[in-house]
Antibody, heavy 120, light 113 residues
Framework: QVQLQQSGPGLLKPSQTLSLTCAIS??????????WNWIRQSPSGGLEWLGR?????????DYAIFVKSRITVNPDTSKNQFSLQLNSVTPDDTALYFC??????????WGQGTLVTVSS | DVVMTQSPLSLPVTLGQPASISCSST???????????LNWFQQRPGQSPRRLIY???IRDSGVPDRFSGSGSGTDFTLKISRVEAEDVGIYYC??????????FGQGTKLEIK
């Protein structure tokens, strides 16, 4: 049974860097059949896919166009986890952030969510 | 990017009555491999989204059979045959065909009348 446990700070000031971690149990971040995603949910409820990392003989990343210049998703094989970094945050980045496993074009396991608030 | 549009956005339903949510995409969701990667998620209040259905109509383990998915190409439907109190929440469709950029519908809020 796959479980994803998120951690990271929930309050940031504008221009700071958002950093979240998602620890994986029941699967491997190096799995060649899975990919590891970040999604966020705005205060109005909309879900936005942000990016992913995955291993297929080497590491790959995909990012949503609207955050591509600010986002990094990295694996940590020593801890079996992956991370999200989002630079230069603004109040528009205030959202509930989720990590999720991607297995064959679907998101089948989700973390518990982390509320991130950006405010001066 | 493909845009996913759900209707209705608000769905008040009497307990025991059926409910139906539509989801349409601006592009066909038929993958080059022949599969259609349309997913449905349920988000109960205070919880993370939970996948209910994948590849249009395949129910996840533990999902009651009162939930069913159908559709093809650009138009899809989630049906609940008899709404129960535990079904309250927000329902989202999500396309996984046009990898790597997944997109979600706006969400449909189901409440009990």
């Amino acid at each position: 049974q796959v479980q994803l446990q998120q951690s990271g700070p929930g309050l940031l000031k504008p221009s700071q860097t958002l950093s979240l971690t998602c620890a994986i149990s029941g699967d491997s971040v190096s799995s060649i059949t899975a990919a590891w995603n970040w999604i966020r949910q705005s205060p109005s409820g909309g879900l936005e896919w942000l990016g992913r990392t995955y291993y297929r003989s080497k590491w790959f990343n995909d990012y949503a166009i609207f955050v591509k210049s600010r986002i990094t998703v990295n694996p940590d094989t020593s801890k079996n986890q992956f991370s999200l970094q989002l630079n230069s945050v603004t109040p528009d980045d205030t959202a509930l952030y989720f990590c999720a496993r991607d297995s064959d074009h679907t998101l089948d396991n989700w973390g518990q969510g982390t509320l991130v608030t950006v405010s001066s | 990017d493909v845009v996913m549009t759900q209707s209705p956005l608000s769905l008040p339903v009497t307990l025991g009555q059926p409910a139906s949510i539509s989801c349409s995409s601006t592009q066909s969701l038929v993958h080059t491999n022949g599969n259609t990667y349309l997913n449905w998620f349920q988000q109960r209040p205070g919880q993370s989204p939970r996948r209910l259905i994948y590849q249009v109509s395949i129910r996840d383990s533990g999902v009651p059979d009162r939930f069913s998915g159908s559709g093809s190409g650009t138009d899809f439907t989630l049906k609940i045959s008899r709404v129960e109190a535990e079904d309250v929440g927000i329902y989202y469709c999500m396309q996984g065909t046009l990898w790597p950029h997944y997109t979600f519908g706006q969400g449909t809020k189901l409440e009990i009348k």
